[in-house]
């Protein structure tokens, strides 16, 4: 399984950035796939997390009504449209798939997280 995050860029604060991520090989594999973010220094960070059958998803509180993470199983690709943005959401984002279940928090650690793309950087400042 391959990803592909694209969609980072420069971005004013209370501006929007919509981030995808495109799943090719044996994408079937992957029960969910998430973002992450990293700023240099600190350790990586949950986004949101979104399962390919259901489409049941979670948030972390920091991005909690400002994120909207989506999919779209025919083109197998995961969204992450950002609104609101502040510069503390400045960092690189990654997508990962992971091939068990999860459940709400249980959906956070990255470490549980076997297919990793290229990041993608989001600076958000004036």
């Known amino acids: 399984v391959q990803l592909q995050a694209s969609g980072g860029g420069p971005v004013q604060p209370g501006g929007s950035r919509r981030l995808s991520c495109v799943a090719s090989?044996?994408?079937?594999?992957?029960?969910?796939v998430a973002w992450f973010r990293q700023v240099p220094g600190k350790e990586r960070e949950f986004v949101a997390v979104v399962t390919w059958r259901s489409g049941t998803k979670y948030y972390a509180d920091s991005m909690e009504g400002r994120a909207t993470i989506s999919r779209d199983n025919a083109g197998n690709t995961v969204y992450l449209q950002m609104n609101g943005l502040k510069p503390e959401d400045t960092a690189i984002y990654y997508c990962?798939?992971?091939?068990?279940?999860?459940?709400?928090?249980?959906?956070?650690?990255?470490?549980?997280?076997?297919?990793w793309g290229r990041g993608t950087l989001v600076t958000v400042s004036s």
């Open positions: 090989g044996r994408a079937q594999l992957t029960y969910a």
């Open positions: 990962a798939g992971r091939r068990d279940y999860c459940s709400g928090r249980g959906c956070y650690a990255p470490s549980e997280y076997t297919y």
